[in-house]
């Protein structure tokens, strides 16, 4: 036994045994960080670093002769400039989702929030509730809603706001209403969260002040649910632009976007190093795109 065992403490009772060592403490966040580090590791920067690799390899080769790494750069300007259409109308038809996402979203999360009282959680579920189905059902149920002998086109062209010929599906439309109806709620519940936090007092000593509702709305409301909106437009736009499954089924190959490309590339052509090229470039634009937005944001928040 160790003597420091039985030394008393000022009231009378044993030491308590010394607890762990500076190191191991220091040391202990790092060991609950190993899973989830290795899990992004092997699932995420391998096949990164992989993808990587393919967009170099030799575009000559196949699967069936395998490919050669010859430091292919010029397969991303050969996949920029056979396919810059495609990332141009990807871009915008998420920007136009965008865009009806905010004109529909907002005014919804700031309802809930604010307004719902104890109807707050139902409206909650109604907006995750298409979540609980599958993505491709979801878009196929439009398909339906859509189709040249549904009842909402039959009932726009009664009223004559369609042509006798008119269509709704398989055109831009058709595909913007997809991305925006699938990827909406990861607009919605961030600026839930955001607004739920308002304080209404805020409002009411701005009323106080004569200010009109909308410039409370854009001194009080808008900056406070900053947060919510940079996280759900980022939540939206980044795999709204990667999509392909909504110009697959509710447009034609003139509505194709870069994911539809990227698929192609990968499972029917079987072209990898253009996908991967492809897939390189997305990214990177992405990226770009996401970079210049927070920086734009902070700057704004912070005037």
Same mark, same amino acid.
């Given at each position: 036994?160790?003597?420091?065992?039985? &030394?008393?403490?000022?009231?009378?009772?044993?030491?308590?045994?010394?607890?762990?060592?500076?190191?191991?403490?220091?040391?202990?966040?790092?060991?609950?960080?190993?899973?989830?580090?290795?899990?992004?590791?092997?699932?995420? &920067? !391998?096949?990164?670093?992989?993808?990587?690799?393919?967009?170099?390899?030799?575009?000559?080769?196949?699967?069936?002769?395998?490919?050669?790494?010859?430091? #292919?750069?010029?397969?991303?300007?050969?996949?920029?400039?056979?396919?810059?259409?495609?990332?141009?109308?990807?871009?915008?038809?998420?920007?136009?989702?965008?865009?009806?996402?905010?004109?529909?979203?907002?005014?919804?999360?700031?309802?809930?929030?604010?307004?719902?009282?104890?109807?707050?959680?139902?409206?909650?579920?109604?907006? +995750?509730?298409?979540?609980?189905?599958?993505? !491709?059902?979801?878009?196929?149920?439009?398909?339906?809603?859509?189709?040249?002998?549904?009842?909402?086109?039959?009932?726009?062209?009664?009223?004559?706001?369609?042509?006798?010929?008119?269509?709704?599906?398989?055109?831009?439309?058709?595909?913007?209403?997809?991305?925006?109806?699938?990827?909406?709620?990861?607009?919605?519940?961030?600026?839930?969260?955001?607004? #739920?936090?308002?304080?209404?007092?805020?409002?009411?000593?701005?009323?106080?002040?004569?200010?009109?509702?909308?410039?409370?709305?854009?001194? +009080?409301?808008?900056?406070?649910?900053?947060?919510?909106?940079?996280?759900?437009?980022?939540?939206?736009?980044?795999?709204?632009?990667?999509?392909?499954?909504?110009? #697959?089924?509710?447009?034609?190959?003139? #509505?194709?976007?870069?994911?539809?490309?990227?698929?192609?590339?990968?499972?029917?052509?079987?072209?990898?190093?253009?996908?991967?090229?492809?897939?390189?470039?997305?990214?990177?634009?992405?990226?770009?795109?996401?970079?210049?937005?927070?920086?734009?944001?902070?700057?704004?928040? +912070?005037?």
């Amino acid at each position: 036994m160790s003597a420091l065992a039985h &030394v008393p403490t000022s009231a009378g009772q044993p030491a308590a045994p010394p607890g762990p060592s500076r190191g191991r403490r220091r040391l202990l966040p790092y060991l609950l960080l190993l899973p989830g580090a290795a899990w992004l590791l092997v699932f995420f &920067v !391998l096949p990164l670093l992989q993808l990587a690799a393919a967009s170099l390899y030799d575009p000559s080769g196949s699967l069936a002769t395998g490919y050669a790494m010859t430091g #292919e750069v010029g397969n991303y300007w050969d996949a920029l400039s056979a396919y810059w259409p495609h990332f141009a109308r990807s871009f915008v038809y998420s920007a136009i989702a965008l865009v009806l996402a905010l004109l529909m979203g907002y005014p919804l999360a700031y309802a809930i929030a604010q307004k719902a009282g104890r109807w707050k959680n139902l409206l909650l579920v109604a907006v +995750v509730a298409p979540m609980f189905t599958s993505f !491709l059902v979801r878009t196929l149920a439009w398909k339906t809603i859509l189709s040249d002998n549904g009842a909402l086109v039959g009932l726009l062209r009664d009223v004559h706001l369609l042509g006798a010929d008119g269509r709704l599906l398989a055109t831009p439309f058709a595909v913007v209403l997809g991305l925006t109806y699938n990827f909406l709620p990861f607009l919605v519940l961030p600026l839930y969260a955001s607004l #739920e936090r308002l304080d209404p007092r805020l409002l009411e000593a701005a009323s106080d002040l004569y200010a009109s509702p909308l410039r409370a709305f854009r001194r +009080v409301t808008l900056p406070l649910s900053m947060p919510g909106l940079i996280a759900g437009t980022l939540l939206f736009f980044i795999p709204a632009t990667g999509d392909y499954i909504n110009a #697959e089924l509710l447009g034609t190959p003139n #509505e194709y976007m870069i994911g539809n490309v990227i698929d192609s590339a990968f499972l029917v052509r079987l072209d990898y190093p253009q996908g991967a090229a492809l897939s390189f470039l997305l990214m990177a634009a992405i990226l770009a795109i996401v970079f210049v937005y927070l920086r734009k944001a902070g700057t704004e928040e +912070v005037l």
